[in-house]
T-cell receptor, first 113, second 115 residues
Framework: DAKTTQPTSMDCAEGRAANLPCNHS???????VYWYRQIHSQGPQYIIH???NNETNEMASLIITEDRKSSTLILPHATLRDTAVYYC??????????????FGKGTKLSVKP | GAVVSQHPSWVICKSGTSVKIECRSLDFQATTMFWYRQFPKQSLMLMAT?????????EQGVEKDKFLINHASLTLSTLTVTSAHPEDSSFYIC???????????FGPGTRLTVL
């Protein structure tokens, strides 16, 4: 079973920041938070991951709360091509079967003109 | 990021036939590869995990004799759906994990339709 809870869907205006929340209240100390997205009829695409510090890369920013029970993925300037299902997953890197990516239902983000 | 390819991208076959799907890591060596299945409007479900040179580990409820997995090299894994039936029609996605960075990269998927 997925260890995360995400809203089913969200809308965002093109050019605005998209903030996607994720709850992971039972996260263990050695589990990282990973974000992937899946554009319709394609394989998932890795976005970003982190342990406890905020992370930023060319695609997005990841904000993890101090107690690590929730996080937010931020797409700073959403475009129509960012319309996808976004998955928040917790896993243990190098953790054998504990490191397997288990997908929940994700959040369907619709970016509108 | 690392590139994973799948072939074919789509396939239509008759009930009772077998279908082979290839998954390749193009620019890195993947010690571990994964196979997922996704039915319409559902999330990805992990089917099996395979390490190069070892037998695959199947998730509960996945028939190992029906879904044959071979991971003969660090860049190639194959999934063979044997005696396919219409209920096996699905989107099959592979992924590969590097041993160094431990990040998992996904292929574009293969859409299987069994008539």
């Amino acid at each position: 079973d997925a260890k995360t809870t995400q809203p089913t869907s969200m809308d965002c205006a093109e050019g605005r920041a998209a903030n996607l929340p994720c709850n992971h209240s039972t996260i263990s100390g050695n589990e990282y938070v990973y974000w992937y997205r899946q554009i319709h009829s394609q394989g998932p695409q890795y976005i970003i991951h982190g342990l406890k510090n905020n992370e930023t890369n060319e695609m997005a920013s990841l904000i993890i709360t101090e107690d690590r029970k929730s996080s937010t993925l931020i797409l700073p300037h959403a475009t129509l091509r960012d319309t996808a299902v976004y998955y928040c997953i917790v896993r243990v890197p190098y953790g054998g079967s504990q490191g397997n990516l288990i997908f929940g239902k994700g959040t369907k983000l619709s970016v509108k003109p | 990021g690392a590139v994973v390819s799948q072939h074919p991208s789509w396939v239509i076959c008759k009930s009772g036939t077998s279908v082979k799907i290839e998954c390749r890591s193009l620019d890195f060596q993947a010690t571990t590869m994964f196979w997922y299945r996704q039915f319409p409007k559902q999330s990805l479900m992990l089917m099996a995990t395979s390490n190069e040179g070892s037998k695959a580990t199947y998730e509960q409820g996945v028939e190992k004799d029906k879904f044959l997995i071979n991971h003969a090299s660090l860049t190639l894994s194959t999934l063979t759906v044997t005696s396919a039936h219409p209920e096996d029609s699905s989107f099959y996605i592979c992924s590969a994990r590097t041993s160094s960075a431990d990040t998992q990269y996904f292929g574009p998927g293969t859409r299987l339709t069994v008539l």
